[in-house]
């Protein structure tokens, strides 16, 4: 996969405003979006930080995918997205590479962008992410 | 702190060369520079992902900083590094922001750039490292 670079980091917190002031207060972070999705069980906010971004996420539940992250590893490193032209063709060139896929095909992410998800047993341990912002 | 951006992904491996061959593979990774520094028992890799940057770190013995985290979390995320223009004053300005240091002063990273690390507690749990690349 041609990917143009580190589109996010996204990064698993117990306390969505305490992290949001921790990054604004101590990296300068500026909030681009914040959404909530009952229906994944996550709160997020998109952070400048510079010219980069992070993603802060926060679980509604413990019985949600984050939740289960959070209660496992605690508060830390989540996934690192890949900005790509095309999620599709990328997670297809990524499969037909010897990844193995979370996500066979792109769906779309709570920011609403094209999305697919890299199981990180095919990435030395780090779950890996396309995604199209356009 | 008035951060450029992320500089790298700090990622801890199990086996530099399959972690290499897995980033030129996947995502067309090409390798910047590799170090082995045997003082910090520790070989690396900076590999240049399209416009971003990721740093594979590898153990040379299980008694050393990168041996202990792959012992206690596995293979996976180990820090985010920014990068600022003054690492020394990036240092201070977090301390005075409310962050706890690792280094409270500088030192040379072992890529030869001037780097210092911020304790996880400060940052919801991800270690946090400033450097200056000139």
């Given at each position: 996969v041609e990917a143009r670079g580190i589109h996010h980091v996204g990064l698993a917190v117990l306390d969505l405003d305490e992290a949001l002031a921790t990054y604004e207060r101590l990296f300068d972070g500026r909030v681009e979006r914040r959404v909530r999705v009952e229906e994944q069980g996550v709160e997020a906010a998109s952070v400048l930080v510079g010219g980069s971004r992070v993603e802060l996420l926060a679980a509604?539940?413990?019985?949600?995918p984050v939740g289960r992250f959070l209660a496992k590893h605690g508060p830390g490193m989540h996934h690192v997205a890949y900005a790509v032209d095309d999620v599709g063709s990328a997670i297809r060139d990524l499969v037909a590479r010897g990844a193995e896929p979370i996500d066979a095909e792109p769906r779309v992410g709570m920011f609403g962008h094209e999305i697919a998800f890299v199981h990180p047993d095919s990435v030395h341990g780090v779950l890996t992410e396309v995604v199209s912002s356009g």
């Open positions: 509604l539940d413990p019985e949600t």
